[in-house]
């Protein structure tokens, strides 16, 4: 086949998608609308609704719904979903931390699998279109290469905190990039944090990611207590790595913040998704700005450790590229990114409606390498969460009504593919 053919292809209304409101964009907002699609996938137009149906063009009407750009999870572990309700947080972060690697050191990979199963299912089902998943087994790979459907970059993550460890891991890492999955999936990597992976691990996944043209995402400062141990090598890590047998006789801490350490280390100077970032001080904020890094900032999990307040504000202000996760179900209820919202619409009120729901659509997807996926838009692809809205609902204030609890997800669109409906 020509590349002619290949374009007069990618032109062909395929599926019509009409509701109530389509919002093209947070805060441009169309009434009774349409979104056309091309049988590649892509957005050909937006438009008004028209009463005349092709023949041959699907119609699929969503009734009183509102389309939205598709809702990112930045942030997730597809394969911890078993752990709901199944740990508590017993006073400290390691404490909790303790919980999850032994129920993980006890559970084979055909549980993973199924979890991860759970976990896709859970997020598609919830409006999800693209997700930044961490997986350890390399499971969640698996199960959403089977699945299909959801768009996911998924990171497999490393951990070695001894020097002499990182060429191992990294070689692990190197062969499950090998893996084949869908056209929706695409692999990352992922450090898990500086407290469980060395300075060496740290460089040498910088240096993958940089040669495979990968993206990288590591949890970085969540606790005080991370600061506490990279700053002076104390505190409740030290005795968590020891307890575990963890802690390398060599082992010295950087002296720095959490932020300073992996810049010194070139880790910032690639795309990469910093996840958490609870505890920034104000020159750590300045050099994830200047590096032009993103901050995943997953609300509920952050509530459900008591942390202080979360530096969002100060961020976006900063100009920082802000997306949001719902981490795992280890610390959190519901792998929902619109729950995410609405819990941080009523938590934090110095952010506005607009700045949460780009965070959950645009910032997400530019954070996981897909800023055409920001507006609905021609030729981009077609991935749209549906809302179904009350009877009547005025577009007045529609965002901040959803994010008061009008609506809930009825259907999820994934490269122009009902990947997900709700069954009436
Ligand atoms: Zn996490």
Redesign the pocket.
Known sequence: MGSGCIVKADLMLKTVFAAKYVLVEPGILLEDSEVHVSDSGRILSVQRRTASTQPGVEMVDWGSAVIIPGLVNA???FELSSLRGRTSRSGSFTGWLAQVVAQNRARPDELSLEAARTGIRLALASGTTLAGD?TASGMAWNAAAERGGLRCIVFQEAIALASSAAGNAIAQLERSLDSSGNALLAHGISPHAPYTASAQLYLDAAALARRKGLLLST?VAETKAELEFLQTGTGEFREFLSSLSALPEDWTPPGVSPIAYLDALGVMRQPCLL??CNYLDEDAIAAIAARGSSVVY?PR?HAFFGHEDHPVRQLLDSGVNVAL?T??LASNDSLSILDEMRYLYKARRDITADEIFRAATVNGARALGFAELCALRPGRPADLTVLGLPQGIASNHLQEEILQGAGECTGTIVQGEVAWRKVQ
Do not use: N
């Open positions: 942030h997730t572990h961490v949890h996840v958490h997953c999990s996760g981490d795992s």
